[in-house]
């Protein structure tokens, strides 16, 4: 039977992504799907992109050094779920609603609690965000992409509540991405070692410093080729310090943002990043080895937790952002550039812990939630 999925996410890409991944699968088994997100955030152009409904909410958080703001939120919240209940006598109630965090998916979730439509939570990190743990205590099913952030749900959920770790849903242009498309995009010949960096524009400066000053190293590498997203803010920086010659810059590239990301996971042998949630989730669907660096700043230092799903299983290496101006960074690089056993046996690692279905398995939960209803 086809169902009518309400979707919310928003605020960032991490919140996003995985929500058009498990669209992407909904709508593939024939299911009708609809989101509801803030018409001046990044959703408002990723989701209509993707090619599905959008009903913009409007709404804000609260500050919470200043505890008045939560009037006016609650004011904005009110009248979010009116009008999401508007929405739904012209269009039809849904049969379940899925949030996926941030303060946009509050009205949705709670006018459909107060409805008796089924409500899905799923939470990316490994410490959950305040919305999340909200809107917890009326989901019927709780999904976790790691078991690690269960423990900030304890006492928040109802007796009935059910908990999966369904893993973290990554969109199907990333999955389906192959190496040789991948390599075609990059210009990267199949026979050469491909090495991915990525940092984000985020907390990622010194990062790309401590890989400029291993260029001459790298190059030295007659097979390597080195694909170095720097984030727009660094891009500049990057270049001039690089100072790459037309020769190097074959096999040197700098990219501000890759937009491609499936295909540039795709051709890569190995791969230097952060450990954002969507970043482990992608890195663990297309199972490359990894070096992770965690942001130090991230809420609850949550990025190391993440990183430890890859690490602790032999998917990938760990070390401290601290550690990135020490002689400990040049050997980790170098070791996952030149031990070719030690990427494959990483590689195998990652394929065992099966994350390219967490889409597939996110959507057999939201079916049946809206089928036991029924």
């Known amino acids: 039977m086809a169902l009518k999925v309400a979707l919310a996410a928003g605020g960032t890409a991490g919140h996003i992504n995985p929500a058009l991944a498990l669209a992407e699968e909904l709508k593939r088994r024939g299911h009708e799907v609809s989101f509801y997100g803030q018409p001046n955030r990044?959703?408002?152009?990723?989701?209509?992109?993707?090619?599905?409904?959008?009903?913009?909410?409007?709404?804000?958080?609260?500050d919470r050094e200043r505890p008045w703001t939560l009037i006016s939120a609650f004011v904005r919240m009110t009248k979010a779920e009116r009008a999401i209940g508007s929405h739904?006598?012209?269009?039809?109630?849904?049969?379940?609603?899925?949030?996926?965090?941030?303060?946009?998916?509050?009205?949705l979730l709670r006018w459909c609690s107060r409805h008796d439509v089924p409500v899905v939570v799923h939470e990316q990190n490994s410490v959950p965000g305040l919305a999340n743990k909200m809107c917890s205590g009326f989901a019927r099913?709780?999904?976790?992409?790691?078991?690690?952030?269960?423990?900030?749900?304890?006492?928040?959920?109802?007796?009935?509540?059910?908990?999966?770790v369904t893993g973290n849903p990554v969109r199907r242009s990333v999955i389906s991405a192959t190496r040789a498309d991948g390599r075609r995009a990059f210009g990267v010949p199949e026979d050469a070692r491909m090495l991915l960096v990525f940092g984000g524009s985020l907390g990622a400066h010194h990062l790309n410093e401590a890989l400029c000053e291993m260029k001459d190293e790298l190059l030295s590498r007659k097979d390597l080729y080195v694909v170095h997203s720097t984030g727009k803010d660094d891009a500049e920086f990057v270049e001039?310090?690089?100072?790459?010659?037309?020769?190097?810059?074959?096999?040197?590239?700098v990219k501000p943002y890759i937009s491609n990301m499936g295909e540039a996971l795709a051709a890569a042998d190995c791969v230097i990043s952060r450990a954002g949630a969507s970043?482990?989730?992608?890195?663990a669907a297309l199972a490359v080895p990894s070096l992770l660096i965690p942001y130090p700043k991230a809420t609850?230092?949550?990025?190391?937790?993440?990183?430890?799903?890859?690490?602790?299983?032999?998917?990938?290496?760990?070390?401290?952002?601290?550690?990135?101006?020490?002689?400990?960074?040049?050997?980790?690089?170098?070791?996952?550039?030149?031990?070719?056993?030690?990427?494959?046996?990483?590689?195998?690692?990652?394929?065992?812990?099966?994350?390219?279905h967490a889409a597939?398995?996110?959507?057999?939960e939201v079916e049946r939630a809206a089928q036991a209803k029924a």
């Open 42 to 62: 990044l959703e408002a152009t990723l989701v209509p992109e993707a090619g599905f409904d959008f009903f913009p909410t409007r709404i804000s958080g609260f």
């Open 240 to 253: 001039k310090t690089l100072a790459l010659t037309p020769e190097e810059k074959k096999r040197y590239q």
């Open 360 to 364: 597939a398995a996110l959507a057999d």
């Open 279 to 283: 970043s482990i989730a992608e890195i």
């Open 141 to 164: 099913t709780l999904c976790l992409s790691l078991p690690e952030a269960m423990p900030a749900f304890e006492g928040r959920l109802s007796k009935d509540t059910k908990v999966v």
């Open 88 to 107: 739904f006598q012209e269009t039809g109630v849904p049969d379940v609603a899925v949030g996926f965090g941030a303060y946009v998916e509050m009205p």
């Open 300 to 356: 609850a230092d949550h990025q190391t937790t993440n990183a430890h799903y890859l690490v602790d299983a032999g998917a990938a290496h760990l070390l401290p952002d601290a550690e990135v101006e020490t002689e400990r960074f040049r050997e980790e690089v170098l070791s996952l550039v030149d031990n070719a056993e030690e990427r494959g046996a990483m590689r195998k690692a990652a394929e065992g812990l099966g994350q390219a």
